[in-house]
């Protein structure tokens, strides 16, 4: 008889191995539970001899930032405790210290500005000023308007500023709740449409279906797709756009309409997700999903690439985020990047089931940097050729050869950063 029920529980230990083998390895892939970091220290040297923190005491915990011209607009702390604002158990506690701050850093003069914010209608304590990621639209007479999402004690929402460059201030010009049906309850990145700006319209994500508790974990852990995109604008209002992700964190596009896509971090599945834009408005399709197996947070998009930030260590990043000078290894950074010429229409000939290279940047398991989010690229200007330069080389002959990868700062930013980190002559 013993014999008899050992052969179905055989069966059954198979099929269920043959399930949970291939979430675990996938899961292993994005969260780097076990992993040598050490391969890369040569690496890690080279990049501590042309990287450096900017702006220590000013650029602190800047979750997210954006790069318009020459100046990187970017959302800070003035302390750390307010980081606490993203699990929302610690929200909805007291926060009596100075709400989160504004900066614009412009790169050629190296000098950073506090933008004060002018008719805000609340105080500058961080019961009022938790600011998370943040998208910026130029308008046409070259003013700024930048759209933060803002964790109150609360609730969360999502503020709208108008900067004019060469100001020291930002002035407010709109408050969008959450709560309503359709909307991100849980915002955590903003991709903003400059051709309705006067409508405020956007796509946010919502990171998460739960905000607190067991539950919480349980969608953390197993990697539920109950996430969603939600698109807003003053005359649609909210709407559910793109449902069933696993996490919606970061998301960017192409500021242009004409060819536009947009691209969705799915951090718990360890992709990028690739949309496009259908005739009703707001609404998105999918063409594409592309595995970069990391922890995805932000995206950003510069000339035809995508970077792609976040931490190394997925299982590291509660720890230290809650104890950052006790926690031993740190979740460390990765960036990656994919060309987005190689994303659908036919590449390799595969169509949009075709995936991309993902090229590996820069990898650390936490010995140079911690809990980085976000990355820009500033490519240095090109210089044109002199004409008759070369021995017996026509004009047709100069343009035939490839140019290769730009070179350029790599900036680099996360929420246990004391300062912007800058890499000189990236490629």
Known sequence: MASKLLIPSVVAIGALLAVITPFLRESNAIFNVLHDFSKYTPHLTQLNATCSHQHPTLLTGCEDMQLVGDSIYTACLTDFRNRNKYWPHYSRQPRPWSG?????????????????????????????RSFHGIDVNVLPNGDVSIYAVNHLRNESVIDKFVHTPGTAFATHVLRIPTDAEGAARLPNAIFALPEKDGEAAMFVTNDHYYDDGWMRMVEEAGRRPWAWVSYYSTSTGWKKVLSNMRGANGITGEKEVQNRRVYVSEIMGGAIRVLEPTAAEGELREIQRVKVDMLGDNIGRFGDDLYITGPAKGMAVDHFQAEPEAAKDGPGMVVKRINTKQLGGGFFGGGYTADPIVETLIVDGGLVANMTTTSVFRPYPVEAPVAGEGEGEGEDEMEEKPLGKPKGDLFITGLQHRGIMKCTNFE
Do not use: C, G, I, M
């Open 100 to 128: 989160d701050k504004l900066f614009r850093w412009d790169l050629p003069t190296d000098t950073v500005v506090e933008l004060s914010l002018q008719n805000y209608p609340y105080p500058a304590t961080a019961e009022h």
